[in-house]
C-alpha cells in the first residue's frame, strides 16, 4: 500500500497466511481466513465464519480493539466500484440493531467483486 493510498484511507489486500500467524489468539481452533484487507493501521479480515474488524488506537497502536461480526447478524451489504474521477471503490454492510453501516474504501487496484463474492458466499447459506 502507498503512502498516498494510506493517507487516503484506501487499503490493500494482506497475504492470508501471516494473517493468520498474527492473529491465532483471536481466531477458532477450525477457522480460515478467507481475505484481510489494511486500512492504514486497522485490518479487516473475512473468515469462514465471522468478519473481524482490528481497529489499532492511539498513537502508538498498542491499544487494539476486535469487533468480532457473525455473517448471520449482516442484514444486507453493497459494493460501489471505481470510476474514472473517483478512485475508491466502497463496501457497505448493514447489521441488525444498527441503523448506519459500517463502510470502508479500497483502492482501485482491490477486487471489489471478489470481496462482495466473500460476503455473499456466508451471509447467503
Do not use: C, H
Request: overall charge neutral.
Amino acid at each position: 500500500m502507498g503512502f498516498f493510498d494510506g493517507l487516503m484511507g484506501n487499503s490493500s489486500e494482506l497475504d492470508l497466511a501471516s494473517v493468520e500467524k498474527e492473529n491465532k489468539e483471536i481466531l477458532t481452533e477450525n477457522e480460515r481466513v478467507e481475505k484481510a484487507y489494511k486500512v492504514i493501521r486497522d485490518t479487516f479480515i473475512f473468515t469462514d465464519k465471522r468478519l473481524i474488524l482490528i481497529d489499532k488506537q492511539g498513537v502508538t497502536g498498542k491499544k487494539t480493539e476486535y469487533l468480532s461480526i457473525p455473517y448471520k447478524s449482516i442484514i444486507s451489504f453493497s459494493i460501489e466500484t471505481a470510476g474514472t474521477f473517483d478512485l475508491d471503490a466502497e463496501l457497505k454492510i448493514w447489521m441488525s440493531g444498527v441503523a448506519v453501516p459500517l463502510q470502508k474504501k479500497f483502492n482501485k487496484s482491490t477486487n471489489i467483486y471478489e470481496l462482495q463474492r466473500v460476503l455473499a458466499k456466508y451471509i447467503l447459506k
